[in-house]
């Protein structure tokens, strides 16, 4: 992995993310790019709404850029064990976060996206929506989530939750993952929150199918099983997260999987409100594989 964006609105939620992205760079030996996407009040559909104050572009870019340099500073003080020192690129911009994101994915060769996962209030509902829920639907690049309580660590495991009910497409993003879990000398816990009507023998034998092909394929001894007991999927996982000694929770994101079932309506309020760890979202097979991150990880 050669380049990390870390998306940031400056907020204390945001600057923690980046704190933990320039973390994982050092681990990573990846480079930063500090990107901050802010919309004059003015342009914003529910300007006629709100009483904004009356900046001026030049004033909105001049504090934005000042915060940036700041936040870019303090993670230069972070004190590392390692001898790399990643290279941080500020970008302070006027545009939609997905529109500004998206384009430099494109244009720099972005491997990963970090962001923030901000508090669920009624007044960033109200003005400027949930961007995490934003990035998680129009993603078609690898995005990690931090939440605002989550301090980093080493990454010694990582935990990838499945349905089982598209195997193969999940297969694929496991062997996907191999060289970063190989990188990080991390474990890979494969993670099925079921409850009692999901047991069924046909069930069982395609777990058993699914297990013995990533068992000869993946080549990599440090795999392992592990099925959550949970009437909901979104309960289960956060139990994992909170007693299961996970550093990072991994899902892919497609239609029908734990991920839609877990990230919509009220579910995606509670999950981000409550998960503890870093979440990172991967979009379904046929999107990463057109991202330099699949390339990456395809080595």
């Known amino acids: ?60 870019l001049k504090v934005s850029e000042k915060e940036l340099k700041a936040l870019e ?31 430099r994915v494109k244009t720099m060769q972005i ?3 970090i962001a923030g996962a901000h508090e669920n209030t009624w007044l960033n509902s109200a003005i400027m929506g949930n961007n995490a829920h934003r990035l998680i639907d129009a993603a078609t690049y690898p995005l990690l989530l931090v939440p605002g309580v989550a301090a980093y660590k080493t990454i010694r495991k990582l935990a990838f939750a499945t349905d089982l009910i598209q195997p193969k497409k999940d297969l694929e993003v496991i062997y996907s993952l191999l060289p970063l879990l190989k990188q990080l000398n991390a474990e890979l816990l494969i993670t099925h929150v079921y409850d009692e009507g999901d047991q069924s023998g046909k069930f069982r034998k395609g777990l058993e199918g699914f297990l013995s092909e990533l068992s000869n394929k993946a080549n990599y ?3 392992y099983y592990r099925m959550v007991k949970s009437a909901k999927a979104e309960k289960g996982l956060n139990w994992l997260c909170q007693y299961g000694d996970v550093d990072i929770l991994v899902m892919v994101h497609r239609e029908k999987s734990i991920l839609r ?12 409100d409550s998960i503890s760890i870093p979440l990172l979202v991967l979009p379904d097979h046929k999107l990463i594989e057109r991202t330099r991150f699949w390339h990456w990880f395809s080595k």
């Not at 079932?261 to 981000?272: A, D, L, N, P, R």
């Open 261 to 272: 079932q877990v990230f919509e309506g009220s579910h995606t309020q509670k999950m981000i």
């Open 111 to 113: 491997d990963l996206v």
């Open 73 to 103: 500073e303090a993670l230069r003080a972070i004190q590392s064990s390692g001898d790399f020192v990643p290279e941080i690129e500020r970008i302070n911009v006027d545009g939609s976060v997905l529109n500004v994101i998206a384009d």
């Open 1 to 60: 992995m050669e380049k990390i964006l870390v998306a940031t609105d400056l907020s204390v939620n945001a600057k923690n993310a980046a704190k933990y992205g320039y973390s994982l760079a050092v681990d990573l030996k990846a480079n930063l790019v500090l990107c901050n996407a802010f919309i004059v009040p003015a342009e914003l559909p529910e300007a006629a709404m709100i009483a904004w104050p009356k900046f001026e572009y030049d004033e909105l």
């Open 221 to 223: 001894p440090h795999i």
